[in-house]
């Protein structure tokens, strides 16, 4: 258990955090904002500001950002606003370095992919992803919005998600009146989703979670079964059947999406009449260790 007030930094995390900085800025920069797509956030709000001001887009990534950080510092911890401050410095500068001192032509659009805004908004909102989901990964968070929810969602009586979803909406709105047209909106929108799948992806990897319940008569070989095949442990509890009356067992074990099928198999084979619930866990904690194992190789 860590001492309380003592901070615990992993010099690691910094490199991950300026690599996914990089890669942030250089999604916004490159991709999005040449075509007037924007990102979600304080991101996105950074690059409508800048392009309506004579200040650069860093300015507002630290104005904006920083205060909140620091406001919520009791609920997230010195360890996450000191990781999290540092990866937005490192998109700041980075947006600063491209924009204003390298020599890059934004004249016909993107330098990458023109004005083609499908592209721009794809793979900006890939990029942007694969930055913010690498800083979820080394113990910080790249956009204060988040934050921000943080610290007034109970007053306002709606969810983070929510705060989040609606403080976006009100963005890409805007920045459509601002600009005379939807289209804007509507390729900021497909820029944020690409973005926020490509964070699930970096954040949970192709080892997510299933977890399946398996209500059966014959658990005894079901469990051996899938035990033997899948090399995994499994939990036994005792059940009733409510309109039968019947005593049965249900099995609980959680396997990554590529083993589904091999499970689906072992029960249609062993016990075709039992009933079986598939669901996602977006994230394993505990003393599964046979889990771990697994899914490390």
Request: net charge positive.
């Amino acid at each position: 258990m860590q001492e309380k007030g003592k901070i615990k930094l992993r010099p690691l995390n910094f490199i991950g955090l300026t690599v996914a900085g990089i890669i942030n800025a250089i999604g916004v920069c490159l991709f999005l904002s040449p075509l007037n797509v924007y990102d979600g956030g304080f991101s996105g709000t950074s690059v409508l500001l800048s392009q309506y001001t004579l200040l650069p887009m860093a300015v507002f990534l630290i104005v904006l950002n920083i205060p909140f950080y620091f406001i919520a510092h009791k609920k997230i911890g010195w360890e996450f606003l000191i990781y999290s401050l540092y990866a937005i410095g490192i998109y700041s500068l980075g947006s600063l370095v491209i924009n204003n001192f390298l020599k890059i032509d934004f004249s016909l659009g993107s330098p990458v992919v023109g004005n083609d805004m499908v592209l721009g908004a794809i793979f900006g909102g890939l990029l942007s992803g694969i930055g913010s989901g690498l800083v979820i990964k080394f113990g910080g968070a790249l956009d204060g919005v988040e934050v921000m929810a943080l610290l007034f969602h109970k007053r306002l009586g709606i969810s983070v998600g929510t705060f989040v979803m609606i403080y976006n909406a009100v963005l890409y709105i805007t920045a459509a009146a601002i600009s005379g047209t939807w289209t804007v909106a509507l390729y900021s929108l497909v820029a944020y989703y690409v973005g926020l799948k490509t964070i699930d992806f970096i954040v949970e990897g192709f080892e997510k979670g299933k977890a399946a319940m398996i209500i059966t008569e014959n658990a005894d070989v079901l469990s051996g079964a899938l035990s033997d095949t899948l090399k995994r442990g499994i939990t036994v509890l005792d059940a009733t059947g409510y309109y039968s009356g019947t005593n049965k067992k249900m099995l609980y074990v959680v396997v990554n999406r590529f083993e589904i099928a091999k499970l689906k198999a072992i029960v249609a084979e062993l016990d075709a009449k039992a009933f079986v619930s598939i669901m996602e866990v977006s994230e394993i904690m505990g003393e599964s260790k046979m889990y771990r194992v697994k899914t490390k190789k």
